[in-house]
């Protein structure tokens, strides 16, 4: 494969190699735009040209035109070719450089962008105490390979708090640990494709990096519109499907309850596979947090967790609950991987799980993270509209008619702020409503004042006053 890309009309280079990946073509063509060598103006080729030529999926550069949209690098128009947009070169936005973690977050003073807690909050004292507590008592064999499943007594302790906090039917032999959602899942995909299945459903918009986790494992994906009363499911037509129920990301509505009972029978009366994501599942703020799917249908519903959004990703601590025919199948993808988990950590949650040190923390979290949202949806000026429910770590708002997430997010970028935009989020490219999803729970307690008046600096240039 050539690392130039030519066309009559379009003779550039892209300084792109194989094996660089999505990053790496959306780096290629950023420094494209950034130093000139694509003009304002220009029309890049179809996503299905641009794959074809260099030998990459079409779903690749589909995404990443999605990506660059949303930067303010390309601009589209019904009908018409996605074009490069022009850049003001006294406020660029800043370049993807040195390794990241996905999603790629722009270089910023304020951090707005969704999907992490605020990591300021890790509860340090309790988690010391717990340590100290962890190494005092525990045997000597604790440091010794741990088991594949995860530690026997955070498998124990987990049952015991999501049965009683989220209605979970998690006995500990059907729960498997694992380095969170992201390692969870791409272990669930390895087994589907090895008992034969070949596609995955995902809701319509939903998170792409965990879309990717998928493609990696071989299985076609499809996507599933999403409603205010969430994932549209005679729309399914695939033997397995994952879900965010509780608090559907991005759109933050929440799965109705005649949607929950219709999945769990389709589940149940086809052998469809369900995979619940609940994500942020203790954070409902308006009421008591609505009780897990997977206690419809424990035999046919995966359920998935984590502590990335209550106490910190570095954790890497997530589980799943299984029906009891997945379970050694998973066990032996993880044992062939090499796993072994951090058996420490785990026993050190668990303490927390068991003294109640972990619930005081959230506890304390969803009073905090209550009051943002509410201070938050306060300040947004006429005319930006947000949408879900009164629960989780973002809020989705949706952008007067006249308004592009290119425009918006580069308006935050020049307040040092960064956000998030709906469009990279949607399966394929065409005519989407236009929105900012804004992490409020991200910033540390001292920044997240002025991080909401430097966005509505820039969101007010757009509206005469307050909504």
Not at 128 to 150: C, H, I, K, M, W
Not at 171 to 179: H, K, L, M, S, T
Not at 372 to 389: A, M, Y
Request: charged share 20%; with cysteine.
């Amino acid at each position: 494969m050539a690392d130039s890309w030519t066309s009559p009309g379009w003779d550039v280079h892209l300084d792109w190699h194989p094996g660089s990946g999505r990053q790496g073509l959306a780096d290629a063509l950023r420094r494209a735009i950034r130093e000139g060598r694509l003009a304002p103006g220009t029309a890049v080729p179809s996503t299905r040209a641009l794959a074809k030529d260099l030998g990459v999926a079409r779903g690749t550069v589909t995404r990443v035109y999605a990506d660059l949209t949303t930067e303010g690098y390309l601009r589209t128009s019904q009908g018409a070719p996605t074009r490069v947009a022009a850049i003001n070169p006294a406020t660029p936005v800043p370049e993807k450089t040195g390794p990241r973690a996905a999603p790629w977050v722009p270089d910023a003073r304020w951090d707005l962008y969704p999907g992490r807690p605020d990591l300021s909050s890790f509860p340090r004292a309790a988690w010391a105490s717990a340590t100290r507590r962890v190494l005092q008592e525990a045997p000597a064999n604790v440091f010794d390979y741990g088991e594949v499943r995860g530690s026997a007594a955070l498998r124990e302790s987990l049952a015991r708090y999501l049965s009683r906090s989220r209605g979970v039917v998690a006995e500990p032999d059907r729960i498997v640990v694992c380095g969170g959602f992201s390692h969870a899942l791409t272990v669930l995909c390895q087994v589907l494709r090895e008992r034969g299945e070949t596609s995955l459903a995902f809701e319509d918009p939903s998170l792409p990096q965990i879309r990717e986790n998928a493609s990696r494992a071989g299985l076609r994906l499809a996507g599933v519109p999403v409603d205010e009363a969430g994932m549209q499911l005679s729309l399914v037509d695939n033997p397995a499907v994952v879900v965010t129920p509780a608090h559907q990301y991005p759109l933050g509505v929440t799965l109705a309850p005649e949607r929950r009972t219709a999945l769990a029978r389709w589940a149940t009366t086809t052998g469809g596979l369900v995979i619940e994501d609940d994500y942020d599942g203790e954070f409902r703020f308006d009421r008591q947090p609505v009780g897990a799917l997977q206690a419809l249908a424990p035999d046919r519903i995966v359920y998935t967790g984590t502590v990335s959004k209550t106490l910190a990703p570095a954790t890497r601590i997530g589980w799943l609950v299984l029906p009891r025919s997945l379970v050694e199948p998973v066990r032996a993808a993880l044992a062939a991987t090499g796993w072994r988990p951090p058996t420490l950590d785990h026993l050190v949650l668990a303490d927390m799980l068991d003294s109640g040190a972990y619930d005081r923390h959230v506890r304390q979290r969803r009073t905090t993270y209550r009051r943002r949202r509410d201070r938050l949806l306060s300040l947004l000026p006429k005319g930006f509209r947000p949408i879900g429910i009164s629960a989780g770590l973002h809020l989705l708002v949706l952008l007067p008619p006249h308004l592009s997430e290119a425009e918006v997010i580069r308006a935050a970028l020049r307040e040092s702020v960064a956000i998030d935009g709906l469009g990279r989020h949607w399966f394929a490219e065409g005519e989407h409503p236009q929105g900012i999803v804004l992490g409020y729970a991200t910033p540390a307690e001292h920044a997240f004042g002025p991080a909401v008046e430097a966005l509505m600096r820039a969101l007010g240039q757009f509206s005469s006053g307050p909504g």
